[in-house]
């Protein structure tokens, strides 16, 4: 394929101290001052769900899957991703809780960074990582395996 030197990526803060990215196009909306649904006996990463476009959306802490704490108090916007999901051959959407608005940052091939510099927990989220403008290393999220039904037990084994 044709190796592209640039590629806009959105820079959303998940806590205080993480920042993750994903695909300019995968990032659909920004719910501002969500009204969430807690959902009964789902685990703590993902006991949220907001409606849009009158459809029930799951919505992820990755706080809690990356540190096992919830940064929920400093949760104020839901950023809507959709994603392919190929058991089920159709688009589907999930929410990740932010901090702050997105910023869109233009990422380019030098930026890249080893996973190995991950977390394990970051790794298993993640397609990879880049060094940020402001030099933090920032994982590129994989989003079909972020709402994976396997990814607890990814996470916790």
Not at 37 to 61: G, M, Q, S, T
Request: aromatic letters at 8%; hydrophobic letters at 45%.
């Amino acid at each position: 394929g044709i190796i592209m030197s640039h590629v806009p990526a959105w820079l959303m803060q998940v806590d205080r101290v993480s920042r993750v990215a994903v695909g300019q196009m995968e990032l659909i909306h920004i719910i501002a001052s969500p009204e969430y649904i807690e959902v009964p006996h789902a685990p703590e990463y993902c006991h949220r769900a907001v409606f849009w476009n009158d459809r029930l959306i799951p919505v992820v802490d990755l706080s809690v899957l990356t540190t096992g704490a919830s940064a929920f108090y400093q949760h104020n916007s839901v950023a809507v991703a959709l994603y392919w999901n190929q058991q089920g051959n159709e688009l589907l959407y999930g929410g990740i809780q932010l901090t702050d608005m997105p910023v869109l940052e233009q990422v380019s091939n030098d930026q890249a960074v080893e996973a190995q510099l991950l977390s394990d927990q970051w790794r298993a989220l993640s397609v990879s990582a880049f060094r940020s403008q402001a030099g933090e290393i920032v994982p590129i999220i994989n989003i079909p395996t972020l709402f994976s039904t396997e990814i607890g037990a990814v996470l916790h084994s």
